[in-house]
């Protein structure tokens, strides 16, 4: 069962405007959320992260938004460049199971 | 510049061999995560394993595909007899036991089941 789901495939957006890129998850056990960045003929990267204590973190010009009531997050990419384009994995995981479950990507595009 | 290698990078094989893919973590990793990656299930965890013992391979067919970790520099996955619909990219991640920090993932292995 997909306990994180990502239910875009796809975004394209012009470079330099905003990326949004939404994730949802069923578990409500889950407290630490990942995202992670992939390109073409290469393993995941980590991206960015979020603990459930926090509804917000920014690193540059990526932030992730939590809403756990919703069970939603969100990674917001400003501005969007060409070089984002990729593969963006959204992924959680239970403090007491230790492992992590993934969603099934959202394949960014910014268009110069 | 300490990375998870996976060998082979490629592999085509025909329906009924076998097939084993292995897996380097990064040194002092005690933690190690096998994946696949499809295009309708995204990424999919098979196995991980913490200080060489399996924690958990529900997510593994068990008739087919095997995982071991036969010292703390290798992990090994197996898929005997392979079919067409394990085509896939199988990913290995490593990270130390703890750290709910990032897994480090290594390049894959892209397997083709004609």
């Known amino acids: 069962d997909q306990q994180v789901k990502q239910n875009s495939p796809s975004l394209s957006v012009q470079e330099g405007r905003i990326s949004i890129l939404n994730c949802d998850y069923t578990n409500s056990m889950f407290d630490y959320f990942l995202w992670y960045k992939k390109y073409p003929a290469e393993g995941p990267t980590f991206l960015i992260s979020?603990?459930?204590?926090?509804d917000k973190n920014e690193d540059g010009r990526f932030t992730v938004f939590l809403n756990k009531s919703a069970k939603h997050l969100s990674l917001h990419i400003v501005p969007s460049q060409p070089g984002d384009s990729a593969v963006y994995f959204c992924?959680?995981?239970?403090?007491?199971?230790?492992?992590?479950?993934f969603g099934a990507g959202t394949r960014l595009t910014v268009k110069p | 510049d300490a990375r998870v290698t996976q060998t082979p990078r490629h592999k085509v094989t025909e329906m009924g061999q076998e097939v084993t893919m292995r897996c380097q973590p990064i040194?002092?990793?005690?933690?190690v995560f096998w994946y696949r990656q499809t295009m309708m299930q995204g990424l999919e965890l098979l196995a991980y394993f913490r200080n060489r013992a399996p924690l958990d391979d529900s997510g593994m067919p068990k008739d087919r595909f095997s995982a071991e970790m036969p010292d703390a520099t290798l992990a090994t996955l197996k898929i005997q007899p392979s079919e067409p619909r394990d085509s896939a990219v199988y990913f290995c991640?490593?990270?130390?036991?703890?750290?709910?920090?990032?897994?480090?993932f290594g390049p894959g292995t892209r397997l083709l089941v004609l």
């Open positions: 992924a959680a995981s239970d403090y007491n199971n230790n492992d992590m479950r």
């Open positions: 979020i603990s459930s204590i926090k």
């Open positions: 991640a490593s990270r130390r036991t703890g750290e709910r920090e990032t897994q480090y």
């Open positions: 040194l002092g990793h005690n933690t």
